[in-house]
Structure formats: structure tokens, C-alpha cells
């Protein structure tokens, strides 16, 4: 990834996607390629109302919406694809920086070179990954109350292989 121009990606000798390496990273076309490109977190919902150009609310099954970054007026099942990196970790009492704010608890972190790897259960029920860099501050302790967020455009949309 950090050397071609262009990647494709193959599975079971088909052509999943084709394109450069941030691209494929940052969108890839559905759930094969986000995984087998790196670690990513999954929401599951459907699009709901446009919230300002752009910007949809995506309604998830446990109440939680979240809003994303899409075009798309399809009314399908999609899949949220978020990578760790792009999850802000903040502590409880920390104010919102963006809207899509998420509490949880902490039940896993470890530092692994220059990055801290958080392991949440969300009060959803959701288990997630969010990743910050190293910078010194203490590590997440098990048990932790915990929010994450991230940006609408900070999730890739790909439609769903599976009902939810």
C-alpha cells in the first residue's frame, strides 16, 4: 500500500476494487475490502433525513443515530465502516467535539509503540476499537466511563450483504 500508485484488490480471482491505496483505505466498496485493507469498527443502520448538504442522519436499530457523510438517497441497509484511527477518545467529562458522541466503557487498552489501542463496550452493546496516538497522557484503565466520537465524514458507507 505504501508503495503502488494503484491497488486491486481480488477475491476468489474477482476484482473486489480497484483504485489508490488512500482511496481503498479511506472508501473502500464493501465489507471484504475493509477488512482485508485493515481494522475497522461497523454500525449498522439505514439512512435517514438529510441533516444539512451532505449530511444524512443514519438511523441505527438501538436508537442511536448517528450522523454521516452521504450522497445516497437509497433507502437500503448499510453497513457504517469506521477505522480506529479516526475515533476520538475522550474522557467522560470532556466536552463534545463532534456529533457523533458515543458512551462506553473501557474494557481493554494497551500501548503498542507509538499508539494506544482502547477497547470499549459501547452502552449499546457494541464493541469497538479507537486508536490515539502515544503522547504521554495515561493509558484507559478497565472500567473506565468512556465517550468516543467521530466526524460525519469520517465513516465510509457500503450497502449491507446481511438483514439487520
Not at 476494487?17 to 469498527?41: C, S
Not at 450522497?71 to 463532534?98: F, K, M
Not at 470499549?120 to 464493541?127: A, T
Request: net charge negative; aromatic share 6%; glycine share 10%.
Amino acid at each position: 500500500m505504501s508503495l503502488a500508485e494503484r491497488v486491486i484488490v481480488m477475491n476468489r480471482g474477482c476484482i473486489m476494487q480497484e483504485g489508490g491505496p488512500v482511496e481503498i483505505y479511506a472508501r473502500p466498496a464493501n465489507r471484504f475490502v475493509a477488512e482485508f485493507i485493515g481494522r475497522t469498527n461497523w454500525f449498522a443502520g439505514r439512512l435517514g433525513e438529510e441533516t444539512s448538504p451532505g449530511i444524512r442522519r443514519f438511523v441505527r436499530p438501538n436508537g442511536d443515530d448517528l450522523l454521516v457523510a452521504a450522497e445516497s438517497h437509497l433507502s437500503a441497509q448499510y453497513d457504517l465502516c469506521v477505522r480506529p484511527e479516526r475515533i476520538v477518545v475522550q474522557a467522560e467529562s470532556e466536552s463534545a467535539t463532534t456529533p457523533n458522541l458515543l458512551n462506553g466503557t473501557v474494557v481493554g487498552a494497551a500501548a503498542i509503540g507509538a499508539d494506544v489501542h482502547v477497547y470499549v463496550l459501547l452502552d449499546s452493546g457494541e464493541r469497538i476499537v479507537a486508536t490515539r496516538k502515544n503522547s504521554g497522557r495515561p493509558i484507559e484503565r478497565n472500567g473506565d466511563a468512556i465517550r468516543v466520537a467521530f466526524a460525519p465524514a469520517d465513516g465510509a458507507l457500503i450497502i449491507s450483504e446481511s438483514p439487520i
